[in-house]
């Protein structure tokens, strides 16, 4: 049997690929040839390029893992030839033609996650609502980290409508918080059955991807190994 032994990790809006270190760790431990994308969070098309430029470099067939918004930009991105399957974890899944806004239409507010649109377009999560929207089962200090080290996003990009959606062709996964304050759980689940996920649900917060690499890992590791096949 061949075997998948590129993952590429891509992070979403207010934060960076740091938070993805326990993935990282978890994943090179066992053998896999980890890359992590540094999104610039300016616009759909430059995080799209900065994905795309990663998967260039890699030497054979990979996994494509995103968080949050990274959803939406591995459903542009995936499409690469290199690319044999996807990981959304907590992650939107618009359809080609559809903004990444539609998809909480007609879906619960989210009330303690807050986003602080500034005059310049870009937006931050509110320092005093970060950790109870964001990331309620990270530790104080951890929270405090990801708060002060979060990478605002241009709002604009949530109405930039996707060109493809890689997960029409290609095989998905998911990982599903089930205490996630950033999205309505439904909307989760509605997205992930949509694109026919196989979903993994687990007990955290919107940054599962940092505060449960175990869990995450081993569904990317299914994904690596069930893709070869």
Excluded: C
Excluded at 122 to 143: L, N
Aim: proline share 3%; charged share 20%.
């Amino acid at each position: 049997m061949s075997t998948i032994k590129n993952v590429v990790l891509v992070h979403g809006a207010f934060a960076d690929g740091s938070g993805w270190r326990g993935v990282y760790d978890n994943l090179t431990a066992r053998g896999y040839r980890v890359t992590i994308v540094q999104n610039p969070l300016t616009s759909l098309e430059d995080d799209v390029a900065a994905t795309t430029r990663v998967l260039d470099l890699q030497d054979g067939p990979a996994i494509l893992v995103g968080h949050s918004w990274g959803g939406t930009v591995i459903t542009e991105a995936g499409v690469h030839p290199k690319v044999a399957g996807l990981v959304y974890v907590s992650a939107l899944a618009p359809d080609a033609g559809e903004t990444t806004a539609q998809q909480y239409e007609g879906f619960a507010e989210t009330p303690d996650f807050v986003i602080d649109v500034r005059e310049d377009g870009y937006g931050f999560i509110k320092h005093d609502k970060f950790q109870a929207g964001f990331a309620a089962d990270a530790g104080d200090a951890d929270a405090a980290f990801l708060r002060d080290s979060q990478v605002p996003i241009n709002m604009s990009v949530f109405s930039t409508a996707v060109k493809n959606a890689a997960w029409r062709d290609k095989p998905s996964w998911a990982v599903i918080a089930t205490e996630d304050r950033a999205f309505d759980q439904a909307m989760l689940q509605h997205m992930a059955e949509r694109i026919g996920a196989q979903v993994t649900n687990v007990s955290a917060s919107h940054a599962l991807f940092a505060t449960q690499p175990g869990v995450v890992s081993d569904v990317i590791v299914t994904a690596a190994q069930s893709a070869a096949r």
